[in-house]
């Protein structure tokens, strides 16, 4: 064995015991605060890896998700697990936001909330909104600051929100539904609930952690902002507690009972 490989031991020990000895001489506040930003580093990390898995590098902005949950991949709810029957295709429900006056005033709004749809939202309630009475939906959510922003201006018309036997309304479409002067839903509708994520990650790691960081924040102001929303709109803020403890990845769907606990209907219809 050479001197340089018999030496080595001895130089890790000496490495090691200054280690310590510098630890040891740390400030007990000095060593939380270590432990702190070391436990900070390593969440914002797992978050990193769980937001670029969720999202494959699309879009931008937070979303719930930028490709829709639909059933029957999702089954959280209720207690009896009754999972509601959907009979909306799903290609229907992943185009972008469809929107189409009918019959009696009811203003139809099918597929994924994408960026831009409240413009296109606005612009038709500006163009023929003195016959819009009733906005109809199935959606499986998407853009939640589309929803606000579409659910703001349903309250500000004054308009009804309806969700029919078989269709669905989850991730943010509850916040445009919740919106309505008169919400009526049928026992039948499918209404869920799950997490918001932010829908870009770069892949450059010092970039990811300050993205992360960004939209950790940006989730808790616009939780703010839904939470207010729904206590301006007359439903129960509890209601987003079912989105807060819910995975992106799946849904949880009320029950008739909880939709009329929470407020969220006016009118609960059994059809």
């Known amino acids: 064995m050479s001197a340089a490989a018999s030496s080595t031991p001895g130089k890790v020990k000496t490495r090691r015991r200054g280690l310590v000895e510098w630890l040891a001489g740390l400030e007990d506040g000095a060593i939380m605060r270590f432990a702190f930003f070391g436990l900070l580093i390593g969440t914002v990390a797992v978050l990193y890896v769980d937001y670029h898995e969720l999202t494959a590098?699309?879009?931008?902005?937070?979303?719930?998700?930028?490709?829709?949950?639909?059933?029957?991949?999702?089954?959280?709810?209720?207690?009896?697990?009754?999972?509601?029957?959907?009979?909306?295709?799903p290609e229907l429900l992943e185009q972008s936001l469809q929107i189409a006056l009918g019959s009696g005033g009811a203003l139809h709004l099918t597929g994924t909330f994408?960026?831009?749809?409240?413009?296109?939202?606005?612009?038709?309630?500006?163009?023929?909104?003195?016959?819009?009475?009733?906005?109809?939906?199935?959606?499986?959510?998407?853009?939640?600051?589309?929803?606000?922003?579409?659910?703001?201006?349903?309250?500000?018309?004054?308009?009804?929100?309806?969700?029919?036997?078989?269709?669905?309304?989850?991730?943010?479409?509850?916040?445009?539904?919740?919106?309505?002067?008169?919400?009526?839903?049928?026992?039948?509708?499918?209404?869920?609930?799950?997490?918001?994520?932010?829908?870009?990650?770069?892949a450059e790691p010092l970039e990811a952690l300050r993205v992360a960081g960004t939209a950790m924040a940006d989730a808790q102001t616009t939780t703010g902002q839904i939470i207010a929303h729904l206590t301006k709109v007359g439903v129960?803020?509890?209601l987003w507690l079912h989105a807060l403890e819910t995975p992106p990845d799946r849904l949880y769907y009320l029950s008739p009972e909880e939709m009329t606990a929470l407020r969220l209907v006016t009118e609960l219809l059994q059809d």
């Open 114 to 202: 994408d960026i831009g749809s409240a413009d296109r939202f606005a612009a038709e309630i500006a163009a023929r909104g003195e016959y819009v009475e009733t906005v109809v939906l199935d959606s499986p959510g998407g853009s939640v600051f589309d929803a606000l922003a579409i659910g703001r201006l349903i309250k500000e018309r004054e308009l009804t929100t309806r969700v029919e036997a078989g269709s669905l309304c989850a991730s943010s479409c509850p916040i445009v539904f919740a919106s309505g002067a008169e919400r009526i839903a049928s026992a039948n509708a499918a209404i869920g609930l799950h997490q918001m994520y932010a829908a870009a990650i770069s």
């Open 57 to 89: 590098g699309e879009g931008a902005g937070l979303s719930i998700p930028s490709r829709p949950i639909l059933p029957p991949a999702s089954t959280d709810g209720p207690a009896d697990g009754a999972m509601p029957r959907i009979t909306t295709s």
């Open 236 to 238: 129960d803020p509890a």
